[in-house]
């Protein structure tokens, strides 16, 4: 599988070393070189210093043939745009933006983007620790994207 991550942050860091271990292809996007440095010495995938939200970058790293596209910068717009492209312009078929703040979760949501927002998923998972029943928002992420079978 060919993966594309934009942004290399912890989250991106570590969504590379993982998929590249499970034998995925994987090239990380960030803008800054220094962010590479948290990814492991070991790391077999490509690291470009470059925009995501670029459509001619992603072109020249041949993200159309992508089957996944990760938009995990820390700006919730940036990684909105990222996977706008990826998914209405690129085709690639698999696209999740990460997203901070609920309010434009919801919004990027409805608009049909798949997108994860991490604040909603930490409250979900500290309302459970302590007993509530968490917050149905934050498995709204699932219904959105195919099981692993469907997939393939």
Same mark, same amino acid.
């Given at each position: 599988m060919r993966t594309i991550i934009v942004g290399c942050g912890r989250v991106g860091a570590e969504l590379a070393g993982t998929l590249s271990r499970a034998g995925h292809e994987v090239t990380v996007i960030d803008?800054? #070189? %220094?962010?590479? !440095?948290?990814? !492991?010495?070991d790391f077999p995938g490509q690291a470009i210093r470059g925009d995501g939200t670029d459509e001619d970058v992603l072109r020249r790293l041949g993200a159309e043939n992508a089957d996944y596209f990760f938009a995990l910068t820390e700006g919730d717009n940036r990684n909105a745009l990222a996977a706008q492209l990826a998914r209405d312009t690129l085709r690639i078929p698999h696209v999740i933006a990460k997203i901070n703040d609920p309010v434009r979760a919801a919004a990027y949501r409805a608009m049909g983007l798949a997108v994860i927002c991490r604040t909603t *998923? @930490? *409250?979900? @998972? =500290?309302?459970?620790? *302590?007993? =509530? $029943?968490?917050? $149905?928002?934050?498995? /709204? =992420?699932?219904? %959105? =994207? $195919? #099981?692993?079978? /469907?997939?393939?």
């Amino acid at each position: 599988m060919r993966t594309i991550i934009v942004g290399c942050g912890r989250v991106g860091a570590e969504l590379a070393g993982t998929l590249s271990r499970a034998g995925h292809e994987v090239t990380v996007i960030d803008i800054s #070189s %220094q962010a590479f !440095n948290r990814l !492991n010495g070991d790391f077999p995938g490509q690291a470009i210093r470059g925009d995501g939200t670029d459509e001619d970058v992603l072109r020249r790293l041949g993200a159309e043939n992508a089957d996944y596209f990760f938009a995990l910068t820390e700006g919730d717009n940036r990684n909105a745009l990222a996977a706008q492209l990826a998914r209405d312009t690129l085709r690639i078929p698999h696209v999740i933006a990460k997203i901070n703040d609920p309010v434009r979760a919801a919004a990027y949501r409805a608009m049909g983007l798949a997108v994860i927002c991490r604040t909603t *998923v @930490m *409250v979900d @998972m =500290l309302a459970r620790f *302590v007993g =509530l $029943p968490g917050d $149905p928002r934050a498995g /709204e =992420l699932a219904a %959105q =994207l $195919p #099981s692993t079978a /469907e997939a393939r």
